[in-house]
């Protein structure tokens, strides 16, 4: 049974979201799927995208074929880097703590980049966005001026 990591979409219409699943690759994009991983959100900006990066290591070692936008995914989020150095573990070119703190070290410098991507966003949003209107407060009526008494 041919498997396939892929998405499928939810959210009506023109506002996707996307369930990151595990499924045959004869089931149909939205139809039966075997495991779900995660999901995407391509709306927000930076795309959101939350992953149990263990079970989709796990479906990539049993063979699991990513789509191409799920396995760009996946690369952006470091689970085909940690497959390519657990390869490496298991040929005996280094160890697994070598491994691992080459993955955290990797890890923690691309979380700082999503943080300063998602920081730029936000200041564009808000440079775009028009200043709020006030109104101009006019003068109050002299009681003396208006009246004669």
Not at 34 to 53: E, F, H
Not at 70 to 85: A, E, M, N, P
Not at 93 to 101: G, P, V, W
Not at 127 to 132: D, T
Request: aromatic share 8%; glycine share 6%.
């Amino acid at each position: 049974m041919p498997v396939k990591i892929r998405l499928q979409r939810h959210g009506s219409k023109k506002r996707p979201f996307y369930f990151i699943v595990v499924a045959d690759a004869r089931a149909p994009r939205d139809g039966k799927f075997i495991q779900k991983l995660g999901t995407y959100n391509p709306l927000t900006s930076p795309a959101t995208v939350q992953l149990d990066r263990q079970k989709s290591l796990e479906w990539l070692h049993k063979g699991a074929q990513p789509t191409d936008t799920v396995r760009k995914i996946l690369s952006q989020k470091g689970v085909l880097y940690l497959k390519h150095l657990l390869r490496g573990v298991k040929l005996g070119l280094f160890d697994d703590a070598t491994a691992m703190e080459k993955f955290q070290s990797w890890h923690l410098e691309h979380e700082a980049q999503i943080q300063k991507r998602q920081q730029q966003a936000m200041q564009e949003r808000r440079a775009r966005r028009n200043p709020p209107y006030r109104r101009q407060e006019r003068p109050a009526p002299r009681a003396s001026e208006g009246q004669e008494g």
